[in-house]
């Protein structure tokens, strides 16, 4: 037996039937052609390319100068709660306490916090596809069962509320969606998540998971929270954090509002896994969750506008079908008519991973395979890039593409 089989066989089957997450993959081998001094545009990550605005980094600093270096509470300092509870109340009209809150690291934990507290094996966890590429991994984790309702590129890859009807089950608990969506930037309107709402209200005991980690990266209606729908509050858990909206990435904050009975859950799982989150980026997201927005409206601006060149750009690419997202800065585009075709090398393309890895080489552009968002035949290009590289990226990619035979 090999040495990796044989490590395989060691392993708990809990960690061998988790799949490694593609967008930290293709990012992975995007960094390792930079290494061999190739360069390389990495539409991938899902990350913005813009600095910390300089209030929140001047917050971090001023809470090193005073010695904020200790244990905070598991769940969050008092500031940064109290900050979340009023951002709540100021961007979606939502009346929480912060007890209701709990602060982890990432929003990524706080998904995993509450599929760990609510789903026992077997429960059925209801995911609106294509989706985050952790969602169906964290559900496996928690032994719960993933069911994928998938959306098609002709409605904007919003599974229909017929579609979530019969899906749900007596083994239903969570239904769990992101929006604004990665990957496909899709966003529910209110009307759309109050029929969402009506449904879920119809059964006992199952929540809603709500992941608005984009929700200030919008270019449409005003983003409307499900937890703002009488009687969901009490059965959802809203997740949120500062990555996204206000550049945040790496300060690896995330937090989550729910009923207190879920928060508690949630406190005490985080107590034994990781404890509390940084106390110095607790402190920046206190000034970045309270304080000015205009960085965020500013990068919202320039994403609509990379959103718009983009979109334009591959448009001109033959046999790329695409919509145009309303939110995040993604696009979702079907590349099947690209499957079956052969690179100049003699390398068929069988799927979409076979097509990213060749883009990645040819075209020197990481992107991400539809299949890890549950999708086969698409990918993911992500416009968290200047518009310089994305004019090179997109350029280099059609001419990739034109080879292909």
Same mark, same amino acid.
């Given at each position: 037996?090999? /040495?990796? /089989?044989?490590?395989?066989? !060691?392993?708990? %089957?809990?960690?061998?039937?988790?799949?490694?997450?593609?967008?930290?993959?293709?990012?992975?081998?995007?960094?390792?052609?930079?290494?061999?001094?190739?360069?390389?545009?990495?539409?991938?990550?899902?990350? =913005?390319?813009?600095?910390?605005?300089?209030?929140? @980094?001047?917050? #971090?600093?001023?809470?090193?100068?005073?010695?904020?270096?200790?244990?905070?509470?598991?769940?969050?300092?008092? *500031?940064?709660?109290?900050?979340?509870?009023? @951002?709540?109340?100021?961007?979606?009209?939502?009346?929480? @306490?912060?007890?209701?809150?709990?602060?982890?690291?990432?929003?990524?934990?706080?998904?995993?916090?509450?599929?760990?507290?609510?789903?026992?094996?077997? *429960?059925?966890?209801?995911?609106?596809?294509?989706?985050?590429?952790?969602?169906?991994?964290?559900?496996?984790?928690?032994?719960?069962?993933?069911?994928?309702?998938?959306? +098609?590129?002709?409605?904007?890859? @919003?599974?229909?509320?017929?579609?979530?009807?019969? /899906?749900?089950?007596?083994?239903?608990?969570?239904?769990?969606?992101?929006?604004?969506?990665?990957? +496909?930037?899709?966003?529910?309107?209110?009307?759309?998540?109050?029929?969402?709402?009506?449904?879920?209200?119809?059964?006992?005991?199952?929540?809603?998971?709500?992941?608005?980690?984009?929700?200030?990266?919008?270019?449409?209606?005003?983003?409307?929270?499900?937890?703002?729908?009488?009687?969901?509050?009490? &059965?959802?858990?809203?997740?949120?954090?500062?990555?996204?909206?206000?550049?945040?990435?790496?300060?690896?904050?995330?937090?989550?509002?729910?009923?207190?009975? !879920?928060?508690?859950?949630? %406190?005490?799982?985080?107590?034994?896994?990781?404890? #509390?989150?940084?106390? !110095?980026?607790?402190?920046?997201?206190?000034?970045?969750?309270?304080?000015?927005?205009?960085?965020?409206?500013?990068?919202?601006?320039?994403?609509? &506008?990379? &959103? %718009?060149?983009?979109?334009?750009?591959?448009?001109?690419?033959?046999?790329?079908?695409?919509?145009?997202?309303?939110?995040?800065?993604?696009?979702? =585009? %079907?590349?099947?008519?690209?499957?079956?075709?052969?690179?100049?090398?003699?390398?068929?393309?069988?799927?979409?991973?076979?097509?990213?890895?060749?883009?990645?080489? *040819?075209?020197?552009?990481?992107?991400?395979?539809?299949?890890?968002?549950?999708?086969?035949?698409?990918?993911?290009?992500?416009? #968290?890039?200047?518009?310089?590289?994305?004019?090179? /990226?997109?350029?280099?990619?059609?001419?990739?593409?034109?080879?292909?035979?």
């Amino acid at each position: 037996m090999s /040495a990796s /089989a044989e490590s395989m066989k !060691i392993l708990s %089957d809990r960690i061998n039937a988790l799949e490694e997450s593609a967008t930290i993959g293709m990012a992975k081998k995007a960094r390792e052609l930079g290494a061999q001094g190739i360069s390389v545009v990495n539409l991938s990550f899902g990350e =913005p390319d813009f600095q910390t605005p300089q209030h929140i @980094k001047d917050a #971090a600093k001023k809470a090193i100068d005073e010695g904020f270096t200790f244990y905070t509470p598991v769940s969050g300092i008092p *500031d940064l709660k109290n900050a979340i509870v009023s @951002k709540l109340k100021r961007d979606n009209g939502l009346e929480y @306490k912060p007890e209701n809150i709990v602060v982890s690291t990432g929003a990524k934990q706080s998904i995993a916090n509450a599929l760990l507290c609510l789903v026992n094996p077997g *429960d059925e966890v209801i995911i609106y596809s294509p989706y985050w590429v952790s969602y169906s991994e964290l559900v496996k984790l928690a032994e719960g069962v993933p069911v994928l309702i998938e959306g +098609t590129i002709e409605n904007n890859f @919003k599974a229909s509320i017929a579609q979530l009807r019969a /899906a749900i089950t007596p083994r239903t608990k969570v239904v769990m969606f992101s929006s604004p969506c990665n990957p +496909t930037g899709s966003v529910f309107s209110g009307k759309e998540l109050e029929e969402i709402a009506n449904e879920l209200l119809k059964h006992d005991n199952i929540y809603a998971l709500a992941d608005e980690i984009y929700e200030f990266i919008n270019f449409g209606e005003k983003h409307v929270s499900i937890a703002s729908f009488e009687g969901m509050k009490d &059965r959802t858990v809203l997740v949120n954090g500062v990555s996204k909206g206000y550049a945040m990435t790496g300060w690896r904050i995330g937090y989550m509002a729910a009923p207190k009975w !879920i928060a508690d859950a949630c %406190d005490k799982l985080q107590g034994q896994v990781t404890s #509390a989150t940084c106390s !110095i980026a607790q402190k920046a997201a206190v000034a970045a969750v309270g304080g000015i927005m205009e960085p965020t409206w500013e990068m919202n601006k320039a994403f609509l &506008r990379r &959103r %718009d060149l983009v979109y334009g750009l591959l448009k001109e690419i033959p046999g790329i079908k695409t919509n145009l997202p309303m939110g995040a800065f993604y696009f979702f =585009p %079907d590349v099947k008519a690209y499957l079956g075709k052969t690179t100049p090398e003699g390398n068929k393309i069988n799927e979409a991973m076979d097509l990213c890895l060749y883009i990645l080489s *040819d075209a020197h552009v990481s992107t991400v395979p539809g299949d890890a968002f549950g999708v086969p035949g698409y990918i993911r290009i992500s416009f #968290a890039a200047s518009d310089e590289n994305l004019v090179k /990226a997109m350029t280099n990619i059609k001419a990739s593409l034109s080879k292909l035979k």
